[in-house]
């Protein structure tokens, strides 16, 4: 489930609960637990069949109470009586819609990129480019991709061991207009190519899926062949993967532009 609805959607129902159970006559205590507990609750449930990650669940279940604290303080007045919040409630409220403010921002430039127009006048060498940030729940960032550079370590002791030397060719000059040659040298220690291997090309952006995987074709002795044509503006990741002595091989590099 999109974040920004399970986030922001969940603040929203909370605010409505806690409407909903103080014209039910309930007490600010118990409409502020009931508004609190519910949303919790049911983000618990959904949560438990489909596991986001530790920090994504923490952030939802500090989120509902945290509204919930807010209206008891804001609305803790007896009923009929004049509303008066102190200075430090109001402190408070105002740095967590400061907070929520920047959340959703950081939520939506992790799915949607930040717009060109904005980010031609916010950074430098960004005129026409959808830029992306992390976010946690948005991008994949889970004990896999937490084990990336050990793995990649891995991946080049692998080849070391093998005797094999890769080379990469074409990736500098992806770009959005047409179609760029990617080739790809595989070699072993005295020079032979190595052949028959099936070699997949793909892009994709950071934690997200890949896209138009394809098979390079075998064009001569150990040389691998494929084509590729940037989707949007950005960083992207080239994926290369292989195997080799019955071990996956997945090298990927940056391409695009910052």
Known sequence: MNLLITVFGGMLLTVLLYGAARLLKLSNFWASVAAAGLPTAAYLAYATSKWPGLDVVTLH????????????????????????????????????????????????????GLPPALASKLLPNAQGKTLYTGFAGVVEHGEEAAKSIAQQRNINARLEQLGWNVEVSGLAALDLKHANTVEVLLRRADGAGVVGQQLLLSLHRQGQPVMGEQTMREIGDGVYRGSLTLPAAGVWLASIKFAANGKNIVLEHAVGSE
């Open 61 to 112: 279940v500090v989120t509902y109470p945290t509204i919930s604290v807010l209206l008891f303080q804001l609305y803790a007045n007896k009923p009929g009586k004049e509303l008066h919040v102190h200075w430090v409630p109001k402190l408070l409220i105002a740095f967590f819609v400061f907070i929520t403010v920047v959340l959703g921002g950081f939520v939506y430039i992790a799915g949607n």
